[in-house]
């Protein structure tokens, strides 16, 4: 026990000090014992430094740290962690190491290159062989000693110098003693040595990784300089390239070494593509089929070398060879007969070789190469529907060009006339439709076929899945597409190529109806899908004569109304949207036939047009009455609207027969309001149409005093709505009133605005402040709103032309900072605002 503890307690035991002077002693007693355990600490940490030294290498002298103290119990300096850390956190020593020998490889490479390339000439013939053979042997010999001891990392460093050594040995050589020999010819045998002797010398010291990569690129040149050398054609090139590419192939599938098979695999990739694209580029520019025999055998050559790749390839690199064979396949079979044969038949003769190549399936192939080459089979055939649809995109959109000469006359030839398609010659357009229809064909078996397909595939392919839908609606629109084609690229009579398209459209209609009840919904969409776009290409074709238009637009009726009704018995989602959309379709046709009877009466089209689209919206109100709220009565009861809409349209250069349109209007919306499931919103339509009405008939009668017919008829309206506020004081006040105080209200503002006396805006004003002040006093929203709107409007015409003075008399700069002003303001108290307007809001809504 320390010295002042025993006194310490000495003291204690004499005498109890107060309190104040025993914490005083405590800290000071505390503070010392903190000291002496930093003082141990710090002797502990030099002790583990002294008893584990840091390594130390070889041939250092070993022993204490220098700088450590002679004394055990002087205390140790205390250095903290320099800028990099800690002492631990140092650099492995193999990491070094690794670092050094590079570097110096790195040296005597340069150097020796610097002398074999500048140094060479001043020496004799013997100092150059003596200065060949020492390095050489020394650089090759030292790597075995290095790895007899354990230095693998310096065996390393020294054999690669070795191999560059031997490439310089090889440039000396020729430089020296065969200057006269042709330079691809001597670097081809130079590369082929140099390859057997890295081989060899990699195969015998088995630790060194580097030779054996190294003899592996070296061969990848020598069978291009031989061709080089020998003045090959581009066949030559292309098959020593293969030929490369097939030796890194077989290196990648049988090696032993993971460096060599990994650079054989890089290799033949690089030269196995090289050789295909020369052979692929001559087969495409062949002039004739004997001429595309060779470039056909050296891609059938590279076809199996992908597969001898893909054999025992792991998964990804087995796909893509399976791929780059069936392709290779395709382009060296089809090339061929495409060389004897018009330009525009190449596609449909590679497509045959791509359907030829799915038989790949009863092949004894491994599932991913036979995966790879199915995928090549499918990007051939997906390659040539592309090439098919900008003909039938032409074909489907080309009839848009009539609604610019609506009924200007059929043409007197083919029907390309009528679809502005004399640009595109028949001959771009006959592979097309082949095309279409044989890959359709091809699906349309698949998904007829299916489990039996999958059956046969199923070593190659995985069962399940989509994939019959997706086959199925595939078929239907290519199928589609091709027969819409054919008669076009045929450049049929224009009757014909209607019917055609007529028939086209029933038929995948029933093939959508059907679809509902046995087949997937891929099918019933496509085949939906073709419908439609095909009946909007008859439709605009049929165009360019009348009698085509009546008779066309009937058919697709009748069509589409089929096909609704053959579909009401299904219950199904699928169901409902078919008979929806075939609805729809049916009330567009009818439309579309309104306007044409209007347009063939005489005198103008608006005046006989407008009435007769009106029948349109009338039998789907009707409709939508007997289907009872059923799935499709909304959809065929808005497209009814729609057509009324139209005819409101038509109706506007007339404003006698437009105030006539907008009241049958009215009056087929106050019919439909009879129901209960549209009053809310057909009953507040046929109000609208009615105050419309109105307003367009003073107007077109030239009545300067609206209140004359206004007023009689708000009178009885505001009567009759006090009467049902007083039975239902729940009613809505734009119920009881709103229309009542419209039907003068609006009229009246109108007038004011075109009478330039002052009697008409005071007594509006006036009559529009009682009704605001009325609303207030009752909260009723509708005369609140109204009555104000209309006071405000009529105190802005008042106002108007004084505003314009002094607008005109203000500086320019005066609008934009006053602006500015009321912007910062409403700024600064915007949460204040939306309060305000919230408020507002509220109470607007309290009211009735």
Known sequence: MSGPVVRATLTVMEHVPPPAEELALLDRELVRLDARRSELLTRRAWLLSVLQPPATPPGSSSGPVSGAPASPWQPYPHRPAGPFGTPGAQASRRGAQNVLLSLGGLLLTIAAIAFTLLSWGRMGIGGRCAVLTVVTVAALATPAMLLRRGLRSTAESLGALALVLTVLDAYALHAVAAPETDGPGFAAVASAVLAGLWAAYGLALGKLRLPLPAAVVAAQFTGVLWAWAAGASASGFGWALLLTAAADCAIAVWGTRAGARVTACVGGCVTGLAGT?????????????????????????????????????????????????????????????????????????????????SAAVRAPLPRPAGQGVLGASAAVVAGAVLTAVPAAGAVVVGPVSRTAAVWSGAPDGGVRGAMALRGMAGAQLYPAPVVLLVVAALLAAAYRWWPRWVRVAGSVVAPGGSGRGTAGAAA????????????????????????VELMLVAA??????????????????????????????????????????????????????????????EGTPAARVVQGVTACAAVVCAAVLAGAVGASLEPAAHRAAAPIMLVVPVLTALLGARLRGGPPALPVELTGAAAGAVAVGMAVPDRPMLATVLALCGVLAAGTAVRAERRQVAGRVA?????????????????????????????????VGLMRRRRDPAASSWTAYGPGLAATLVPSLFAVWADPTWVRPLLLGTAALVITLAGARMRLQALLLLGGAVLALDALHELAPYVVQVVGALPRWLPPALAGVVLLVVGATYEKRLRDARRLKDALGRMR
């Not at 054999?311 to 060389?339: D, E, F, H, Q, S």
């Not at 690229?489 to 019917?499: E, R, T």
């Open 277 to 357: 694209l020369v052979a692929l580029v001559q087969s495409l520019t062949a002039g004739s089929p004997l001429s595309a025999v060779a470039p056909g055998a050296l891609l059938l050559a590279a076809a199996a070398v992908a597969l001898l790749a893909a054999w025992r390839a792991p998964k990804a690199v087995a796909v893509v060879g399976g791929a780059a064979a069936g392709l290779a396949v395709v382009a060296g079979v089809g090339g061929v007969p495409a060389a004897g044969v018009a330009v525009q038949w190449a596609v449909p003769v590679y497509l045959l070789c791509g359907l030829l190549l």
């Open 508 to 569: 995948v209609l029933a093939v959508a109806v059907r679809g509902l009840r046995h087949g997937p919904g891929q099918v019933v969409a496509a085949a939906l899908a073709c419908g439609s776009v095909g009946a909007a290409s008859a439709g605009l074709l049929s165009l360019a004569a009348e009698p085509a238009t009546y008779a066309v637009f009937g058919t697709l009726l009748v069509t589409f109304a089929a096909a609704a009704v053959a579909t009401h018995a």
């Open 476 to 499: 239907v629109v290519l199928g589609w597409a091709g027969l819409l084609v054919l008669p076009v690229a045929l450049d049929a009579a224009y009757a014909a190529v209607q019917a």
């Open 687 to 719: 109000v609208v149409l009615f105050v419309l009405a109105t307003w367009v008939r003073l107007s077109a009668s030239g009545v300067s005093a609206p209140e004359a017919y206004t007023l009689p008829a708000t009178v009885p309206a505001l009567v």
